[in-house]
Structures are given as C-alpha cells and as structure tokens.
C-alpha cells in the first residue's frame, strides 16, 4: 500500500481545514455572551449533527443495525452512562446479526 503525495496533502489539507474551524469558533465566541434561546439551539446542535450524520446508515443498512439502533437509542434517552449505551448497542447488534440472518 503506497500513500501518494496528492492524498497526503488533500488528508492534511482537510484535517487543518477541520481544526481551524474548531479553533475559529472558540475564539469567535470567547467575547460573545450566549444564553436564552441561542444557548438552547447550541445546546440542540451535537445531537442533530450525530442524527444527521447516523440516520442514513441506519436506514441504508439491514433489520438487525436498524433495530440495534432503536435499543441504543432507548438505553440514550434513559441517561444510561456514555460507556454503557456504546457497548449496549454493540452487543445487540452482534445478537441480532446472529439471530437475524439474511
């Protein structure tokens, strides 16, 4: 496997791209107060990015990867510690691609 030098410069491109961005925000918003409903839409955006970016492979994949992401969207919105609800939905995942063969 050979890592050629245009791939290198556009994965090194795209990873300062992404950490400037990051950067811009903190300093952006270090002299801005934020609260009301600006802090609440903030607050909503993680989630609405995650879904946006895992509903497509949920609906793209099979029955069993569907249904695991409703158990771990269930052990989610039940405030199941972070660590509990990734293994949760890896362990039904793995059960129903055993049960669930197609």
């Known amino acids: ?7 290198f410069l556009a994965i090194l491109g795209m990873a300062l791209a992404t950490y400037a961005t990051r950067i811009a ?6 002299y801005v107060t934020v609260k009301g409903r600006t802090k609440a839409a903030f607050d909503a955006l993680p989630p609405a990015i995650l879904m946006a970016v895992i509903a497509p492979t ?11 992401a ?10 199941l510690p972070m660590i509990v609800t990734i293994l949760i939905g890896m362990v039904s995942v793995v059960l129903l691609r055993m049960i669930i063969k197609v």
């Open 1 to 7: 496997m050979t890592l050629h030098l245009s791939t």
């Open 58 to 68: 949920i609906i793209a994949t099979g029955i069993a990867e569907t249904l695991a």
């Open 25 to 30: 925000g903190l300093f952006l918003m270090r």
């Open 70 to 79: 409703a158990i771990t969207a269930v052990a989610a919105f039940l405030r």
